[in-house]
């Protein structure tokens, strides 16, 4: 079946633009998650929300940044007035996560990688 | 805080040479620990979860072990095809749902 898919795979913003990044979890993944990796390091937890609840962003690492999923479906990052520092791969995952049933493995998509100019 | 080290940082082996990397951690209460192997410009893709001390998974070439403090990630006779970024991630426990990764190991099998 269809993985997670992220739109664009690419990005290039001047500094001071506000850029917006996709997120299509797999069909039915309750729990949707964005994480920011920089080179050659793993990726850092950022946002997580169940269904359309946002329940943890505690890893946003400024009000710059702002995520959304209405619907409990296709989910939004945002990032207003872009700085060099947030040169990055953003990556989006998905998980199934029901209580009683297991499946915590998250399934991640292929990543944005946003460069600041 | 939940910590998670890997060693070695990279490993070049020859093809059929076996090895292990290591995935140090401390979380509290652990849910599970999570293997993941990424390629170049691609996301992680999962290989496996390990929930409690002493459960082993098996995949292809890899197998995956754990211990209270540790899981290792054993790659017998590898070939040139698993050359990869290996990531290691725990969930801890309670309402947290997100993981906290190690840097990886990058390994590199030589034909």
């Known amino acids: 079946g269809a993985g997670v898919s992220q739109s664009p795979r690419y990005k290039v913003a001047k500094r001071g633009q506000d850029v917006a990044l996709r997120c299509d979890p797999i069909?039915?993944?309750?729990?949707l998650f964005w994480y920011q990796q920089a080179l050659g390091q793993g990726p850092e937890f950022l946002t997580y929300f169940q269904n359309e609840a946002q329940l943890d962003k505690s890893g946003l690492p400024s009000d710059r940044f702002f995520a959304e999923r209405p619907e409990g479906s296709v989910s939004t990052l945002k990032i207003q007035r872009t700085q060099q520092e947030d040169s990055a791969v953003y990556l989006c995952?998905?998980?199934?996560?029901?209580?009683?049933?297991?499946?915590?493995?998250?399934?991640f998509g292929p990543g944005t990688r946003l460069t600041v100019t | 805080e939940d910590q998670v080290t890997q060693s070695p940082e990279a490993l070049r082996l020859q093809e059929g040479e076996s090895s292990s990397l290591n995935c140090s951690y401390t979380v509290s209460g652990l849910r599970g620990l999570f293997w993941y192997r990424q390629d170049p410009g691609k996301g992680p893709e999962f290989l496996f979860t390990?929930?409690?001390a002493g459960e082993e998974k098996e995949k292809e070439r890899l197998k995956a072990t754990l211990t209270k403090k540790e899981s290792f990630l054993h790659i017998t006779a590898p070939k040139p095809e698993d050359s990869a970024t290996y990531l290691c991630a725990v969930q801890a426990g309670g309402s947290a749902r997100q993981l906290t990764f190690g840097s990886g190991t990058q390994l590199t099998v030589l034909p």
């Open positions: 069909s039915g993944h309750v729990s």
């Open positions: 390990l929930y409690s």
């Open positions: 995952a998905s998980s199934l996560a029901k209580p009683g049933v297991g499946g915590y493995e998250q399934y």
